[in-house]
């Protein structure tokens, strides 16, 4: 069973960085896509960033694009998000997930494809 456990939310004013981590377990995640995904208050869950185990594939959306970087650390199979830049829009829970996938662009491209999911983090940018 795939456990992701977040951490590194909390409170930032506007224009600062933090980094998010999420610990994962239970599987062999050779051939796993890892994502970044956000729910803002009264807002459905996005899309924010995935990456391949490897970390040889990544893909933003574009509102996080040339701010936020997704990476991996394949020797304590935990990925990262380094968030720079950041923005009131910004607040949000964010969440780790896991797609058993090898087709990288076939899951970015159908999100839904993640089906594993951590418990989120809070993150709140302040004005």
């Known amino acids: 069973q795939v456990q992701l456990l977040e951490s590194g939310g909390g409170l930032v004013q506007a224009g600062g960085s933090l980094r998010l981590s999420c610990a994962a377990s239970?599987?062999?995640?050779?051939?796993?896509?890892m994502g970044w995904f956000r729910q803002g208050p009264g807002k459905e869950r996005e899309f924010v960033a995935a990456?391949?185990?490897?970390?040889?594939?990544?893909y933003y959306a574009d509102s996080v694009k040339g701010r936020f970087t997704i990476s991996m650390d394949n020797a304590k199979n935990t990925v990262y998000l380094q968030m720079n830049s950041l923005k009131p829009e910004d607040t949000a829970v964010y969440y780790c997930?896991?797609?058993?996938?090898?087709?990288?662009?076939?899951?970015?491209?159908?999100?839904?494809?993640?089906?594993?999911w951590g418990q989120g983090t809070q993150v709140t940018v302040s004005s």
């Open positions: 997930a896991a797609a058993s996938s090898s087709n990288f662009a076939i899951t970015v491209m159908f999100p839904r494809r993640f089906d594993n």
């Open positions: 239970g599987r062999t995640f050779s051939s796993y896509i």
């Open positions: 990456s391949s185990w490897s970390g040889g594939s990544t």
